[in-house]
């Protein structure tokens, strides 16, 4: 008989791990309060990063720390209230961002970016939804030649070190890319690699599709009601008690509160993002990363989204979308923008972790419990790799990327 497993939290991370147990004969009910794909994954830059292969490390420039400290500038915001709440895990943050320890992650880190598109590619075909992806790269672009230097290095570097492929554009060459560019740029690395979603949430939603299609269910409910019952688990739906031997939580940036009441703190904090879609008469090609001042514009279904850098602050404090400002006047420095859509900006939160490894893995105490969440900035990059191997590790089979930088007890 085939086992039932259930997994909480249908975000690009749960979806992909429900396909990847059903692909290996499980019954799978997904479990979300709200449709598939309708919060972190649906809110970001939708941008499979084939060329993250170093994670995202604490800027440790004196420079930017001050400018962050001082408030100034768009790549990062705080609440007072947010670094009290996450001093632990963003001291530790920093300490796990020293050039060795970050050398370190990004051996763990680069062996599952490196599957990212061969993987999603695989659930892109089975799903019918090519129509959403454009295989073309995306772009940094630099304000200033010294920048642009040093990113050209950096992504030599990588390509030597990881294979990744880049072409570094000048001026004339990034204009004649991207004519709607209005301010001549020093230059853009264009990331050959990479993969752009043009609608995020729909991607997520297409993959839960492909679940349902193949016999998989996909059921509203909250994951607050999950108790262990007998020598498994069972969790309260829409659709009446359901009840498995194995749960996977792969509630993204509200696992935490899951995990605590269970006795596990982990080093886990969040960094805050929002997106505002414009209405602009100029086209981008690709999507662009403005890499001195750190926010994203990427063409999308809805209109042009810009997406901002990070900020601290607690998941439930009231929106203070102050980045989003700065970043659009710096946009329309360069580019038409066009007006706002009539809607509030959207909020989501990138669920980070202090040594920037997602969390994948058996919960130490409780058995039958699985944990995959803390993909922080390339959680929409990794679903498909990271639900692959949390159902090889589950199912028992010999996992094709070594577990054991991910495993939970590591952070504890
Ligand atoms: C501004 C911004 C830009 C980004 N850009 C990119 C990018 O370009 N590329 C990239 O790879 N990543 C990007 N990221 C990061 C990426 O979006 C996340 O890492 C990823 O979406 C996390 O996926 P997830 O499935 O873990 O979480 P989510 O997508 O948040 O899914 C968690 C699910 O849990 C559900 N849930 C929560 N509580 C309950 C409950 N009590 N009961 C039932 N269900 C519950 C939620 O409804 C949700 O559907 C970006 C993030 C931000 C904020």
Redesign the pocket.
């Known amino acids: 008989m085939a086992r039932t497993v259930l997994v909480?939290?249908?975000?690009?991370?749960?979806?992909?791990t429900a396909l990847h147990l059903q692909q290996r004969g499980c019954e799978v009910v997904l479990?979300?309060?709200?449709?598939?794909?309708?919060?972190?994954?649906?809110?970001?830059?939708?941008?499979?990063?084939r060329e993250?292969v170093e994670p995202y490390a604490f800027p440790r420039e004196a420079g930017f720390v001050l400018n962050a400290a001082l408030g100034r500038g768009a790549e990062v915001n705080w609440h007072a209230r947010g670094l009290w709440q996450m001093a632990g895990p963003l001291l530790r943050y920093f300490q796990h961002s020293h050039p060795e320890a970050h050398q370190r992650a990004t051996q763990a880190y680069s062996r599952l970016i490196a599957h990212?598109t061969d993987e999603h590619g695989l659930l892109i075909d089975a799903a019918g939804a090519q129509d959403l992806v454009r295989r073309e790269g995306f772009r940094f672009v630099f304000r200033t030649a010294q920048a642009w230097d040093e990113a050209v290095q950096r992504a030599a570097r990588l390509h030597t070190q990881f294979g990744v492929r880049y072409q570094a554009e000048d001026t004339a060459q990034l204009a004649q890319a991207e004519p709607a560019l209005r301010l001549p740029l020093a230059g853009a690395l264009h990331w050959l690699d990479p993969w752009a979603?043009q609608n995020?949430g729909v991607l997520?939603q297409r993959y839960a599709d492909l679940l349902v299609a193949r016999g998989g269910r996909v059921v509203?409910?909250?994951?607050?009601?999950l108790q262990a019952q007998g020598a498994g688990w069972s969790v309260h739906t829409h659709e009446g008690r359901c009840e498995a031997a194995q749960v996977v939580l792969?509630?993204?940036?509200?696992?935490d509160?899951?995990i605590r009441p269970l006795g596990y703190r982990l080093p886990l904090f969040l960094?805050?993002?929002?997106?505002q879609h414009y209405r602009s008469p100029a086209t981008l090609n690709q999507?662009l990363l403005d890499a001195e001042r750190g926010y994203?514009l990427?063409p999308m279904q809805q209109g042009l989204r810009l997406?901002?850098?990070a900020e601290f602050a607690p998941l439930s404090a009231p929106p203070t979308p102050v980045q989003l400002a700065k970043a659009e006047a710096l946009a329309r420095e360069w580019l038409a923008l066009g007006e706002a859509m009539p809607e509030p900006p959207?909020?989501?939160?990138?669920?980070c972790t202090a040594d920037m490894l997602p969390v994948m893995g058996p919960a130490p105490r409780h058995p039958g419990l699985w944990f995959?969440?803390?993909?922080?900035?390339?959680?929409?990059?990794?679903?498909p790799v990271?639900g692959r191997l949390l159902a090889e590790m589950i199912l028992g089979e010999t996992p094709w990327v070594d577990p054991a930088p991910f495993l939970p007890q590591r952070l504890m």
Not at 220 to 225: K, L, P, W
Not at 346 to 351: D, T
Request: proline share 6%.
């Open positions: 909480l939290g249908a975000g690009m991370v749960g979806t992909c479990v979300d309060r709200r449709a598939p794909g309708q919060e972190t994954s649906y809110g970001n830059a939708g941008l499979i990063q993250a990212c979603v995020p997520v509203r409910g909250d994951a607050h009601t792969a509630l993204g940036p509200w696992a509160e899951f960094k805050r993002g929002y997106h999507p994203v990427a997406t901002t850098g959207w909020l989501g939160a990138r669920p995959n969440f803390g993909h922080a900035h390339q959680g929409f990059t990794l679903g990271a």
